[in-house]
Nanobody, 114 residues
Framework: QVQLVESGGGLVQPGGSLRLSCAAS????????MGWYRQAPGKQRELVAT???????NYRDSVKGRFTISRDNAKSTVYLQMSSLKPEDTARYYC????????WGQGTQVTVSS
């Protein structure tokens, strides 16, 4: 059973930066693609970025050039560096592998507001 623990969220002003971390327990992390997802109030959860075991990345159009996903397989951790944050980035952020999902963690709240 893999457990996912997200951290690093907070309140930031527009244009600011945050770095999210996701620590995964379990020994199969390095063999799986991982992704960051987000869910804003009243909206469906959406995929933000993915990274393959070898490090290839993909991003939704709205975050390209502003967000960077990375991973450290030795630490079973995936990161999301977020820059030039906008109010529309406000959401609860989660990490998980692409479907079939592990059990979801509690996520970490990101609020972009002046």
């Amino acid at each position: 059973q893999v457990q996912l623990v997200e951290s690093g969220g907070g309140l930031v002003q527009p244009g600011g930066s945050l770095r999210l971390s996701c620590a995964a327990s379990g020994s199969i992390f390095s063999g799986n693609a991982m992704g960051w997802y987000r869910q804003a109030p009243g909206k469906q959860r959406e995929l933000v970025a993915t990274i393959t075991p070898s490090g290839s990345t993909n991003y939704r159009d709205s975050v390209k050039g502003r967000f960077t996903i990375s991973r450290d397989n030795a630490k079973s951790t995936v990161y999301l560096q977020m820059s030039s944050l906008k109010p529309e980035d406000t959401a609860r952020y989660y990490c998980n592998r692409p479907y079939p999902f592990y059990s979801w963690g509690q996520g970490t709240q990101v609020t972009v507001s002046s």
